[in-house]
């Protein structure tokens, strides 16, 4: 029986309040917007609901405010199976909000509140611990406390648990405190913040790749959307190529990533095996609306891995040949 993976998430969890605009309005202008759509979100959210919809036992360690918001977040974790033990209600303080309104050419503009996410702290991890020490991987973003992520790294370290680091919202880090991370998984944007050299390109990629090894980081995997991802590891450099899709709204794909390919490790998969997996489960996002609404199930999932994958093709390739 395969082993069901342990997953828990240390992150934020915020409300999405999307406005959808013919323009913008003028400074004391009031305009009607077309459509308006509210729904749920934040990094740490978002990649708990990919890891869980994976097939992982998810647990959240969050905190949310005391306003309308906050029972609304922890019903969407509940409904979808994930512990929500340890996020906690923050009295007087607003839940994560992130106001966003889109213009009919696509350009946007997005407010970030971090209200009650900015209040979780080294405590709450150590408060958390029963639920931490048994997981197989620990997940961390940059949407609370920088000092809180640190101490979550140091606590995967101490107590043996394989971690993540997304460190995104993209910023310049101490890598020494980096370094304790397992695998540390930025997009092109993140990785050049992280390391302070441009990402443009899989070239890029490379060389930004050995720089932040050369600082010490243990593993990394750089996101690239439609090329793939990079794994730069001691043992060398391994490139694995994107699925081709016709995106929709690539909002959330970094996080889709990032939560199913937890699951897929703590699977016990090869760890080309479940990049790529985490590839196309990104891939799948994209093609629907919003964040995590748009992932997918780990049914839907297997169905497009046997059509898709690379073993699928070759298979399909080998049989064209015999016949």
Known sequence: MKHQPRIAVIGSANIDLVTYTDQFPRPGETIFGREFSLGFGGKGANQAVAARLCGAQVAMVARVGDDLFGPAN?????????????VLATPGVSSGVAPIFVESSGQNRIWVVKGANDRLSPADVDA???VLEGAD????????????????????????????????????????????????IPNETEAEALAGMPVHN?????????????????????TLGANGALCAGP???????????????????????????ACFLAEGLAEMDAIARA???????TLGAGTQKS???????????ADRSPYACNARRSS????
């Not at 490379?206 to 010490?216: H, P, T, V």
């Not at 590839?279 to 996002?285: G, V």
């Not at 997918?296 to 891995?305: M, P």
């Open 74 to 86: 922890i019903e969407n974790f509940a409904a979808r199976g994930i512990d929500t033990s340890r």
């Open 128 to 130: 958390a611990a029963p």
């Open 137 to 184: 991987f620990l997940v961390m973003q940059l949407e609370v406390p920088i000092e809180t992520v640190y101490y979550a790294l140091r606590f995967a370290r101490e107590h043996g648990i394989r971690s993540i680091l997304n460190p995104a919202p993209g910023q310049a880090l101490d890598l020494a405190q980096v370094a304790h991370a397992d695998y540390v």
């Open 202 to 222: 899989l070239e890029d990629a490379r060389a930004c790749a050995q720089k932040l090894l050369d600082g010490g980081v243990r593993r990394v995997i750089v």
């Open 235 to 261: 043992d060398g450099m391994t490139h694995v190529p994107a699925f081709a899709v016709q995106p929709v709204d690539t909002t959330g794909a970094g996080d889709a990533f990032i939560g199913s390919l």
């Open 279 to 285: 590839n196309l489960y990104a891939a799948l996002s």
């Open 295 to 305: 992932f997918v199930t780990r049914e839907r999932f297997d169905a497009e891995w």
């Open 320 to 323: 064209s040949s015999i016949s």
